[in-house]
């Protein structure tokens, strides 16, 4: 059997390529990871044991190094478009990279291999960015490289998860493989809560909130509310789904929930005052990993504030296998030729950019 190769851009902890061997099995092999920071790669590893290396920073690797492959997965960064953020698009830099221009390495390194498939996921906020700019200027580099491009704003919640998360998906297919349409799937209302994701065991007290901290959040909450802001924490039902946990690993105080099974409150972290008495505590790293879609037997190597930041950066498995399972039915399908028309629009991305 011919297996379809894979390469795993801006990979964080794995979450998209998971979602992908999900999809397609045995019939799908991973020949080449990039992510730049080194606590991702750690928990990446402890959980994909690959005989290859993670190569590092995607901008100071040559497309011509990179193995030939058939699908390329990059959840480019997010922050930049995110309404958590600046939103500064484009001219988002952080730590000298400007993140909002890290897809035109995807549009390199694709242009080079022409891949059958280009995956990508983004912040909902990617579609509206500068008045729909931003979008239509990835949409039409991919375009510009020969592929049809499909995407649509999918919600975690609907894909068996008790998580409310808007994402923009991509689904760039090349144009001698591509059909008129591209059906996405349409999910379904789901019936999993908060129950479903609970930790087995009462969980430590270094996941309860302090008295001290507690007033600071309701006097936030209150200085918002009086100028007709809607911000400030908030105490889930376990009967009800989660706010969606971001990029950063934000959303802590916003998916806070009541837990009185642990009777040992005794504080033992450095924190001001008691443990508050109602018993209110935020999530555990497990929980946001099950919010996502990770089976329990993902591996959480490192220490919880990484954790968070790389779970809300991350994606949501059920919904990427869900997308994977439609694009391999297109890959399964005959492939269709290629008109004239269409190869004369496969210019370089780099002669597409200087227009």
Not at 6 to 18: P, Y
Not at 228 to 254: H, L, P, Q, S, T
Request: hydrophobic residues 40%; contains cysteine.
């Amino acid at each position: 059997m011919n297996k379809l190769r894979s390469i795993d851009l801006f990979a964080g902890i794995g979450g998209i390529r998971m979602g992908f061997d999900k999809a397609f099995g045995e019939e799908i092999e991973t020949v080449f990871v990039s992510e730049w920071d080194k606590l991702a790669q750690k928990t990446y590893k402890a959980n994909f044991h690959d005989d290859f290396e993670i190569a590092g920073d995607i901008t100071m690797i040559d497309e011509k190094d990179i193995p030939a492959f058939d699908i390329c997965l990059a959840g480019f960064p997010c922050q930049a478009f995110s309404i958590a953020g600046k939103q500064m698009g484009f001219s988002d830099d952080y730590k000298g990279v400007c993140r909002g221009s890290l897809f035109l390495d995807v549009g390199r390194i694709c242009d080079y291999h022409k891949p059958k498939v280009i995956f990508c996921e983004n912040v909902k906020n990617l579609t509206i960015h500068d008045r729909g700019r931003t979008f239509r200027v990835i949409c039409q580099t991919f375009e510009n490289l020969g592929y049809r491009v499909f995407s649509k704003v999918l919600n975690s919640k609907d894909f068996g998860v008790p998580q409310n998360r808007e994402r923009v998906y991509i689904v760039a297919l090349r144009s001698d493989i591509t059909p008129t349409e591209f059906a996405f799937p349409e999910g379904a209302a789901s019936s999993k809560t908060l129950k479903d994701v609970l930790e087995e065991n009462p969980v430590p007290a270094k996941y309860y909130l302090s008295e001290k901290y507690m007033d600071t959040l309701i006097l936030h909450k209150a200085r918002h509310a009086a100028k007709g802001n809607g911000f400030g924490y908030e105490i889930r039902d376990w009967n009800g789904i989660a706010g969606a946990i971001v990029c950063g690993g934000m959303g802590r105080e916003r998916n806070l929930v009541i837990d009185e099974r642990q009777t040992n409150l005794v504080p033992t972290t450095r924190i001001k005052g008691e443990i508050n008495k109602d018993a209110i505590r935020k999530m555990t790293p497990r929980e946001w990993a099950r919010l996502q879609g990770f089976p329990d037997s993902f591996v959480l190597p490192i220490a919880d504030g990484n954790l968070y930041r790389q779970l809300g950066n991350s994606v949501t498995v059920n919904v990427i296998q869900a997308v994977a399972e439609r694009i391999k039915i297109v890959l399964d399908s005959k492939p269709m030729p290629v008109s004239r028309e269409q190869k004369d629009k496969q210019i370089s991305i780099f002669e597409y950019i200087k227009h």
